[in-house]
């Protein structure tokens, strides 16, 4: 099955900087990426996703980039502000496999005031 | 609308007892899944099904079954509880069947946190 691969595990920025996240995916078949934001003690929700057409999608502070050919995607935030802090989830989709979402194992951002 | 909406919040079970969690969506969405999530460890899949009348193991399946009453419910069932399934549970749903269509985000219920003692 697709295995999906997240770094950092941990990360802090100050207040104002960017924030990368990056993930690898096995399949390339692979062909939607959802990004999730869980807050401490609450549901993850989806905060942007990208499909395998796209290269690159954008949301306010927020974008996403998928490079097919490297099998990997990465989500940018920039100008950081403290309630951007939580664990954020990448994710991959595989077509055909009844709609099975694999997850990266999470990235811990803290964003310092 | 509720979106998904899973019972109970908390649970604490001793070791060997049995117990069901619900899980019912309102979005009309033909997929369901169950994932537990420990730290470190992201979110694993346990079980999904992918429309009305099927199910499917995840990654992680044992000591667990499951239901897909109808398109809008969707149960988890401990038979044996052991302390290693000590986890938060969460339950999700998409529109998408991954079969011939798009796939598209899944929505999470509010989560389980159950304990075994």
């Known amino acids: 099955g697709e295995n999906v691969e997240q770094h950092p595990s941990t990360l802090s920025v100050q207040e104002g900087d960017s924030a990368v996240i990056k993930c690898t995916y096995s399949?390339?078949?692979?062909?939607?990426f959802p990004w999730y934001k869980q807050e401490l003690g609450k549901r993850p929700q989806l905060i942007i996703d990208?499909?395998?057409?796209?290269g690159e999608k954008k949301d306010q502070r927020i974008a996403v980039t998928l490079n097919k050919t490297a099998k990997h995607f990465s989500l940018h935030i920039t100008e950081t502000q403290p309630e951007d802090s939580a664990v954020y989830f990448c994710?991959?989709?595989?077509?055909?496999?009844?709609?099975?979402?694999?997850f990266g194992t999470g990235t811990s951002l803290t964003v310092i005031p | 609308n509720a979106g998904v909406t899973q019972t109970p919040k908390f649970q604490v079970l001793k070791t060997g007892q049995s117990m069901t969690l619900q899980c019912a969506q309102d979005?009309?969405?033909?997929?369901m899944y169950w994932y537990r999530q420990d730290p470190g460890m992201g979110l694993r899949l346990i079980y999904y099904?992918?429309?009305?009348?099927?199910?499917d193991k995840g990654e992680v399946p044992n000591g667990y079954n499951v239901s897909r009453l109808n398109k809008r419910e969707f149960s988890l069932r401990l038979e044996s509880a052991a302390p290693s399934q000590t986890s938060v549970y969460f339950c999700?749903?998409?529109?998408?069947?991954?079969?011939?269509?798009?796939?598209?985000?899944?929505?999470f219920g509010q989560g389980t946190r159950l304990t075994v003692v």
């Open positions: 990208i499909r395998s057409n796209v």
């Open positions: 399949d390339s078949a692979s062909n939607y």
């Open positions: 979005m009309n969405h033909n997929s």
């Open positions: 099904s992918a429309s009305e009348g099927t199910t």
């Open positions: 999700a749903s998409s529109a998408g069947t991954g079969w011939g269509t798009l796939n598209t985000e899944a929505f």
């Open positions: 994710a991959a989709s595989v077509p055909n496999t009844g709609n099975q979402f694999y």
